[in-house]
């Protein structure tokens, strides 16, 4: 079954824990993105990648990194999380970028405390 | 003023009716996408129009290029279409980047 999927999908942490937010596909797709989801903000881009080793800042990418080693892994490691990175994360893939369908995983409710 | 905006905000409608939800943006796009999120929080690609028109079932997408406008059309809604409808526009063919509205929460009544 083609799929994105998103580990763990709930995770409470304290501050300054370093922690990954793990992202596969099984589409072979070129593009993959993270995303983060804030009541009255809607979905914000934090980065995506265009292809193994090469990634691009989104709108909100301070406080995230990302490595793309694999065309089908794409982590999302947070070095030092802070409260106001509680959020709701999705990680997309699509073939080609954004002219093309995206596939969103299931998500990843994050609690920093 | 946001780049994509959605209106209306939320939306409440009795079985069977007619719905319309609009998204306006500000950009030059390449594409523009309309995604459905149901209450669990998982996100599904609707449809992903560049000009015209697509259908998918119940479900109408159309765009105007020249105007900067779309609209999501539900015929015959029924409460399993209870869900926050987005749309988001893509910037480039080649880029994966993506602006987002702030979604419309459509509620559908029996």
């Known amino acids: 079954e083609a799929q994105v999927t998103q580990n763990p999908r709930y995770l409470i942490t304290v501050t300054g824990k370093k922690l990954t937010v793990t992202c596969s596909q099984n589409?072979?797709?070129?593009?993959m993105s993270w995303y983060r989801q804030d009541p009255g903000l809607g979905l914000r881009q934090i980065y995506y990648s265009m292809n193994v080793e090469v990634t691009d800042k989104g709108d909100v990418p301070e406080g995230y990194k990302v490595s793309r080693k694999e065309k089908r892994n794409f982590p999302l490691i947070l070095e030092s999380p802070s409260p106001n990175q509680t959020s709701l994360y999705f990680c997309?893939?699509?073939?080609?970028?954004?002219?093309?369908?995206?596939?969103f995983g299931p998500g990843t409710r994050l609690l920093v405390l | 003023k946001n780049e994509v905006e959605q209106s209306p905000q939320n939306l409440t409608a009795q079985e069977g009716e007619f719905i319309t939800i609009n998204c306006s943006y500000s950009v030059g796009i390449s594409a523009l996408h309309w995604l459905q999120q149901h209450p669990g929080g998982g996100i599904v690609s609707l449809f992903m129009l560049s000009s015209g028109k697509k259908k998918h079932g119940r479900l109408i997408a159309t765009i105007n290029i020249q105007e900067k406008h779309s609209s999501l059309h539900i015929t015959a809604s029924h409460p399993r279409d209870s869900a926050v409808y987005i749309c988001?526009?893509?910037?480039?063919?080649?880029?994966?980047?993506?602006?987002f509205g702030t979604g419309t929460r459509l509620q559908v009544f029996p």
């Open positions: 988001a526009a893509s910037l480039s063919y080649n880029t994966d980047k993506l602006i």
């Open positions: 997309a893939s699509s073939l080609l970028g954004g002219g093309e369908t995206q596939y």
């Open positions: 589409m072979n797709h070129e593009y």
